[in-house]
């Protein structure tokens, strides 16, 4: 039902339950705000009101209202401009500022910020009107992947938000009180010490750079200059649908090639596709998922491709360590490959390679430095950008990215199907998977390749697939907080699922930590999504099985299917790793 | 104690006084008991013991607000009135009994309560706060039963409408209308809170009401659930206040026994139990979002409102918030009326008020007063006047959210329209009384700083907005601040009030903008001429040997503790102003008005 309302002297009905800034929206104004968030597919809302900046003047209302959370009612009557309410914003943007580092020029977030938007949209110039006392906080440099700057924290809360609503981690929180509150880990820990994901929806979300992801561009450059170094890349497949979105193209454009030739051209010696691993993974995984089917194998079998959901198995739930898939994430099974089939096959020690990932993710960054993957002491991965950080890369050099002529990936583990692409949305995975498991299980040829009940962005999907008459009962949980209910269930003896995929990151892979940040507007991670798929729907080959590539690694070096080079090269194993008690 | 069954079962155990029994009263609250009741006590039960005086009956009583007479005990003889004593040391209890009682000689220091109207303390220094039956018979739980028995809910929320009480723990919203909307709330459960997170520097009438008479508290909250449809109430309390925590429990568990509490109270078919929920001291949780959160198990941090907790308010379901003070009004309502309560006070604030008076007036402590008494009626007839005599400069109201009444408003009827007006407000009572000693500016600068201490750090205006404006004040009050300083502070304490998440970030500037509305002469001093008129501010002042008065007596040299002070025996001292420390032992130590502040 509408609700008759005024702003600014347009009259207009908006739906009932709108906010007064979901209505100004509509009637075409923009009141700018800083700490709200909401991404609405993904039922993702932070509405703390804490900031003071989208301030307007309500009729009747004494006080001044946040347009954030204040909810329409019929014949409300707001204005948005007047003295009074642009003078109370700029003050909270200004107070904001006086407690905020000046050093924008050198900071992660440097024209990526919310907050330095704002005070340039506002007209905010020269001396601040007020000043004083400044914070001062360490920054936190314990993890791997993700930088905590407390002194650029504008306590917005929507990392709260992220890590206790919507991953149900409960790691970073407010802290003391006044102008002493600071958002910190769990008992004042390092990040390192806690029992973080390394997610990394807190730094998605953070409008300033108060969270970041740890940035490795300098070693990765190093490496490259290095002579006696031999640099070879990937990129997952995320990557693709999102980094054009750095250099002002729109969100969703395919920028495959152009990013191929750029990684060329900054010196990387092969550029390689994850996308192949994903085909790669999909046989192990799917091998894996027969075997178990058939053979009484413990279920339901969970995927485990995504680094931060295996932490918060790790951490979480260390009594279900049996469920997921052993399967090595794609890129670190890349990583093992290359750093033996194909170091052997052009005669290039291991020790001299240099793997770089380009992911959509923080939390691989911390997944490469795990001991378990690796070869005779060699990491299978070196390093890990986000996409993010190629980004940054590519523009130092000077190229003009959306002038550059489209590159292929190098062979021989550069073929990919479509469905390896779709590794990069929620239920890609899933998607995959069953696309072999099921040609597998019944010999049938599965004509019917997209299965749409396993797309969107719902918490968690579900879905029953018949295999040789049976109901096989499988489900999808994007975000940590739907994977919990899941894994709840399983702990309590009722889930009867085969088969489930986790990625942590609601939206999966395109909605990473790693990705150009979307600044809450989910239409960006939407975009993504429909890329990916109308790229595997372009695809002739959209069965990882039926990759030629994959099957001449098989013949040439694995041998078989989740056999026993297979096992230790592509498979891992997990560990108790719970570190607070409840 | 036997389980009541009905109203009029009630009424049948309500004891006779015993026409032969001397009855002592010893104020045994917190504060009584730190002054030394219990050793008072002590030292009466022996000296009875050693006289065989048998009919003797001591009741330990919670304050009856007298703070600057504690110990106070009350005497009363049968066919004789009352006599209460204060400042009751071993000595003087020792005495009561042996003249007193004996010899019926009147000992000195007899108190008098004047010019109170006591509603919500009327049994706190008369009853003995752990026995229930104390209690009832003053017609405890008369009102309950009354409620149970005759009303509708309807009933119960208009009856409260009727005798127009608004909430008693600051912003003064009308107690009815709440209930109105947490009874309109649809929803199978609902909840009340009693709200005694009390933490205005200085006030404790809410804790006094706990210590005294726990029981009016109880039986308002059953009355309050009976009304909005809940079964279930928390008193959300400060750990810090330990003896009253130690009274709710005796009481609890007293009327769960007689069935006060808990399933189908006095036989009816409402049932309505309490728990308690302990506050860590953060002031914030004093604000009901707050407090909601806290019980919650959260941070104890405010929410933007709507939706008020009548539509959503601990754990999701409606709830109504309700002080201390307010819910120990609500019995006598009941029992003697809507409109006997609608006819005291003013037009728009009916009843009564407590205020702890506090400051520079001879007899601090807390007191009861009709709506509508004038500032100049609490302060003289009832404090007794400034202390010393000193010169009024005014009173602060309302606690760190409040702000200043002055001279000019001393004949102004308190209530809560008249304070907002002039740019205070009730609060929760505290009332401060300040002389020509004391720096308004000073004192502005202290309020903001407790404020700046206990905000919880959620909302951009609070949390930076009020250290910018402590960082403003603290350069006048340092000499360092400009005339644009001033601009600046009121600027910014609009902005604060305007735009801040909750009461406390709103209401924080208000010592500053109420100062610097009626005290400006005081701020100019301090950043034109870089002088405290009340020479408080340390930085501003300097202490000066006046030449013709100097005898060279050499006190103040042999007394100052960095040595600043020189000068020859019988010859004029000097006093060197950049080793000075400002401690002012020279200024005491001098006997002949040599030294001055200036």
């Known amino acids: ?582 | 104690m036997d389980r009541i069954n009905s109203v009029a079962q009630l009424k049948a155990i309500q004891a006779k006084p015993d026409s032969n029994q001397i009855i002592i009263r010893v104020g045994m609250g917190t504060c009584g008991i730190a002054a030394g009741a219990k050793e008072a006590l002590d030292v009466m039960v022996e000296e009875a013991k050693r006289l065989k005086i048998n009919n003797i009956t001591f009741v330990k009583t919670g304050c009856i607000g007298m703070c600057f007479a504690e110990p106070t005990v009350e005497v009363a003889i049968p066919g004789q009135k009352a006599v209460l004593y204060g400042n009751v040391d071993q000595d003087k209890a020792r005495e009561i009994i042996n003249r007193h009682l004996t010899k019926g000689e009147l000992l000195d220091d007899i108190l008098e309560i004047k010019n109170q109207y006591r509603i919500a303390l009327r049994n706190c220094g008369v009853i003995d706060p752990e026995n229930i039956n104390d209690y009832i018979a003053r017609d405890g739980y008369q009102a309950l039963g009354k409620v149970i028995q005759e009303l509708t809910p309807e009933q119960v929320i208009e009856t409260v409408k009727l005798s127009g009480l608004r909430g008693r723990g600051g912003g003064g919203f009308p107690t009815g209308i709440k209930w109105q909307s947490t009874h309109n709330s649809p929803s199978d459960i609902k909840y009340i809170i009693c709200n005694a997170d009390e933490g205005d520097p200085g006030a404790f009438m809410d804790r006094s009401v706990l210590e005294g008479d726990p029981h009016s508290v109880l039986e308002a909250m059953a009355i309050a659930g009976y009304a909005i449809g809940a079964h279930t109430g928390y008193i959300y309390i400060r750990a810090e206040y330990p003896l009253a925590i130690a009274r709710l429990e005796v009481a609890l568990s007293q009327a769960r026994e007689c069935g006060l509490l808990g399933n189908n109270i006095l036989g009816s078919s409402f049932s309505f139990d309490i728990s308690l929920r302990y506050g860590a001291g953060a002031f914030v949780c004093g604000e009901e979002t707050s407090l909601i959160n806290s019980i919650q198990g959260s941070r104890g941090e405010p929410t933007n409102k709507p939706p008020y907790p009548a539509e959503k308010g601990l754990w999701g379901k409606p709830t109504s918030v309700n002080n201390v003070e307010t819910f120990a009004n609500i019995p006598p309502i009941f029992l003697r009326g809507p409109e006997w309560f609608a006819s005291i006070g003013t037009e728009k604030s009916k009843g009564t008020k407590v205020f702890a008076l506090a400051g520079s007036v001879n007899r601090v402590g807390l007191i009861e007063v009709v709506m509508g008494t004038t500032l100049r009626q609490i302060i003289y007839d009832i404090g007794g006047g400034t202390k010393d005599n000193k010169k009024f400069k005014a009173v602060q109201t309302g606690g760190p959210s409040g702000g200043c009444i002055t001279e000019a408003h001393l004949d102004m009827p308190i209530d809560y329209e008249h304070l907002i007006k002039i740019g205070t407000m009730m609060g929760s009572g505290g009332m401060i009384v300040m002389n020509d000693d004391d720096c308004m500016v000073n004192f502005a600068k202290f309020y903001l700083e407790f404020m700046c201490e206990e905000s919880c750090g959620k909302c951009t205006p609070c949390r930076i907005g009020n250290k910018r404006l402590l960082e403003i004040l603290t350069k006048v009050t340092d000499g360092q601040g400009t005339e644009k300083d001033l601009e600046t502070l009121k600027e910014l304490g609009h902005y604060i009030k305007d735009t801040a998440l909750c009461g406390l970030g709103q209401t924080a500037p208000n010592p500053v903008l109420s100062t610097l509305e009626y005290f400006e002469d005081e701020y100019l001093a301090h950043v034109r001429d870089k002088k405290c008129p009340s020479h408080v501010c340390v930085n501003l002042l300097e202490y000066h040997i006046v030449e013709d008065k100097c005898i060279g007596c050499t006190a103040c040299a042999r007394a100052c503790p960095s040595q600043c002070i020189t000068g020859e025996v019988k010859g004029t001292h000097m006093i060197d102003q950049s080793k000075c420390l400002k401690c002012g032992t020279c200024f005491a130590t001098c006997k002949f008005k040599a030294i001055v502040r200036r």
């Open chain 1, 1 to 582: 039902m509408d609700v008759n309302i005024k702003i600014n002297d347009v009259e207009l009905g908006v739906p009932s339950g709108y906010t007064v800034l979901e209505a100004a929206h509509l009637a075409k104004i923009n009141i700018p705000s800083l700490c709200h968030m909401k991404l609405k597919d993904m039922n993702v809302t932070n509405h703390v009101a804490s900031c003071r900046v989208c301030m307007v003047e309500v009729e009747g209302k004494r006080n001044l209202a946040p347009a954030c959370s204040t909810v329409v009612s019929e014949g409300m009557v707001i204005r948005t401009n007047t003295d009074r309410a642009m003078k109370a914003r700029r003050t909270s943007v200004e107070l904001l500022l006086s407690d905020h580092p000046s050093d924008c020029l050198v900071c992660a977030k440097n024209q990526k910020c919310d907050l330095q938007k704002i005070a340039a949209d506002l007209g905010i110039r020269g001396q601040l009107h007020y000043q004083g006392e400044k914070s001062k906080y360490p920054k936190d440099l314990s993890s791997k992947s993700i930088i905590r700057d407390p002194e650029k924290c504008i306590l917005c809360r929507r990392c709260e938000t992220m890590c206790n609503e919507v991953q149900t981690c409960g790691i970073l929180s407010a802290v003391d009180r006044g102008f002493k509150t600071v958002v910190k880990p769990t008992f004042g820990l390092p990040l390192a010490e806690t029992m973080c994901t390394f997610c990394g929806q807190c730094v998605a979300v953070c409008p300033t750079g108060a969270l970041t992801e740890a940035n490795n561009v300098n070693e990765v450059w190093d490496a490259i200059h290095n002579p006696n170094k031999y640099v070879v890349v990937q990129t997952a497949p995320a990557v693709r649908v999102a980094l054009g979105e750095e250099f002002g193209l729109e969100a969703g454009s395919n920028v495959t090639g152009k990013m191929v030739t750029a990684l060329r051209n900054l010196g990387f010696k092969k550029v390689f596709d994850t996308d192949f691993a994903a085909d790669l993974t999909i046989v192990e995984e799917a091998s894996e998922f027969v075997h178990r089917l058939q053979q009484g194998g413990k279920l339901p079998m969970l995927t485990s491709c995504c680094p931060a959901w295996i932490n918060f198995l790790e951490y979480q739930f260390p009594d279900l360590l049996d469920n997921p898939s052993t399967c090595k994430s794609p890129h670190e099974m890349l990583g093992a490959v290359i750093k033996t089939y194909y170091a052997h096959k052009m005669n290039i020690a291991p020790e001299q390679i240099v793997v770089v990932s380009v992911m959509p993710c923080v939390a691989k960054k911390y997944e490469a430095s795990r001991s378990e993957l690796s070869q005779n002491q060699v990491q299978n991965v070196d390093y890990v950008l986000t996409t993010r950080e190629l980004a940054i890369m590519i523009n130092e050099t000077g190229m003009d990215f959306s002038g550059l002529d489209d590159g292929e990936f190098d062979s021989p583990l550069g073929e990919s199907t479509g469905v390896a692409l779709i590794f990069g949305a929620t239920g890609g995975v899933m998607e995959a998977a069953l696309r072999t498991a099921y040609e597998w299980l019944t010999g049938d040829v599965l004509e019917n390749l997209e299965m749409t009940e396993l797309r969107g962005f719902k918490g968690i999907r579900e879905a029953s697939i018949p295999i040789n008459g049976e109901e096989v009962k499988i489900a999808i949980a994007n975000g940590l907080g739907n994977a919990r209910k899941l894994l709840e269930d399983i702990r309590k003896g009722k889930s009867d699922y085969a088969l489930i995929e986790v990625m942590a990151c609601p939206g999966g892979c395109i909605g990473g930590a790693g990705q150009p940040y979307h600044h809450g507007d989910s239409e960006i991670i939407k975009k993504r999504a429909q890329a990916l798929y109308r790229e595997d729907r372009e695809m002739v080959k959209r069965k990882s099985h039926k990759n030629e590539d994959v099957l001449k690694l098989y013949h040439d070096f694995l041998g078989e299917f989740y056999g026993e080079k297979a096992h230790e090269l592509l498979h891992t194993h997990y560990t108790n790793k719970r570190k607070t008690e409840y």
